[in-house]
């Protein structure tokens, strides 16, 4: 089985510069993913290379190892970016030993461009052919659409007006990806970005992901009361002139993925 879970966004208990610690927001979609695996303690890889400096990918995996190692008692280990350049032969070790495969949230497009350039597109891509579970959060939901909504710019510009983009990714999944569709702007980049292209876009609110089995998905929720909502997803589309845009739903139930995609569905 292909599976794919993509998380739209949510805390995960990290490390504040202030020495406070976020909340942690998505442990119901975490333990899906490890569920998914059908092992009670799977080995959980961690990738982290949509982030821009190794400091920060290495602040990611203690606090991913507090979740998936010290909480749910996986085995873990993190493959670093700068390894896919100088290391191919660990990436192919760690990405075969890996039962879960997570990228974390930050800059998808320098992330894109490096899994491409390494060819470690191609190992992710068999990884999801044999069956491991694809997963993560922010631009590690986005990787695994064909088009995505990315704020790369403003994080490679540091500068928070920096528009939206829209970026080709992994293309696993053929369809346009939005995370943290409750923020503002986001929602109005994808209605944009669709008008002149014919994806069905798919949008995830913080606390909520989207799980993808072969040819069926559902959406996961957990409680996102800490934005002032209840977790959802979307899927819109353009028709004609007219913008079509519905609430998903998110009972338990797995849905068909084909109808998900078809535009008059």
């Keep these: 089985m292909r599976k794919i879970v993509a998380i739209g966004g949510g805390e995960n208990g990290h490390l504040r510069n202030n020495g406070t610690y976020t909340p942690y927001e998505t442990e119901t979609i975490d333990r899906e993913i490890i569920r998914l695996t059908g092992k009670e303690r799977p080995n959980f890889l961690l990738l982290a290379h949509s982030q821009n400096q190794l400091e920060f990918e290495a602040r990611y995996f203690e606090t991913m190892k507090r979740i998936y190692g010290d909480k749910f008692g996986c085995e873990c280990r993190w493959l670093k970016k700068s390894e896919l350049y100088c290391n191919f032969q660990k990436a192919k070790e760690d990405i075969e030993w890996a039962d879960i495969i997570y990228e974390g949230g930050g800059d998808t497009d320098s992330m894109i461009k490096v899994w491409q350039e390494t060819g470690f597109d191609k190992l992710l891509y068999n990884a999801w052919c ?8 922010s631009a590690g939901a986005n990787c695994w659409f064909e088009f995505c909504s990315s704020d790369s710019l403003k994080i490679q510009t540091n500068n928070d007006n920096a528009p939206m983009i829209m970026l080709n990714c992994l ?6 990806f939005t995370p943290h569709c409750n923020e ?21 609110s913080n606390c909520a992901a989207i799980e993808i089995i072969d040819n069926k998905y559902r959406i996961i929720t957990d409680d996102a009361s800490n934005y002032g909502i209840k977790a959802y997803g979307l899927k819109a589309y353009w028709s004609g002139n007219e913008y079509i845009e519905k609430l998903l739903d998110s009972s338990k139930e797995y849905k068909s993925l084909e109808t998900l995609l078809n535009k008059e569905q």
């Design 171 to 176: 293309n696993f999944v053929p369809a346009f």
């Design 184 to 204: 503002n702007g986001r929602l109005e980049h994808m209605k944009e970005s669709l008008k002149n292209n014919n994806s069905v876009g798919i949008a995830m």
């Design 130 to 137: 044999s069956g491991k579970v694809m997963c993560g959060l």
